[in-house]
């Protein structure tokens, strides 16, 4: 069985750092892509960025762009997700994806039929 635990969220001032992980397990890590996602009670879910079985990266929004960096540690199973200068527009519920089937390059990921998903960490940036 395919489980992901995504951790780390919290509170946060504007303009601090957090790191966010997914532990996966259930399946070989080394053959899955992996996303983060956000969602916003109330708008749509974004898709954040994605790292590949191939260490290909991707990430799909402008305004993260060169804050956070995704990144795996193959021997722990884990993706992260690093945020770095956080705005209080990164406010939401993260979530990690896991499948064998999205590409991850250009923005396709995004709305792929992702099969598996973890149960979001909470991050809120305020002051």
Known sequence: EVQLQASGGGLVQPGGSLRLSCTTSG???DDYVIAWFR???GKERE????ISERDTRSVNLDSVKGRFTISSD???????LEMNRVKPEDTAVYYCAA??????WGTGWVT???RSWGQGTQVTVSS
């Open 112 to 114: 792929a039929p992702w």
């Open 39 to 41: 969602q916003v009670p």
């Open 74 to 80: 193959n021997a722990k199973n884990t993706v992260y």
């Open 99 to 104: 499948d064998d089937v999205p590409v991850c």
């Open 27 to 29: 399946f070989d890590f």
């Open 47 to 50: 898709g954040v960025s994605c």
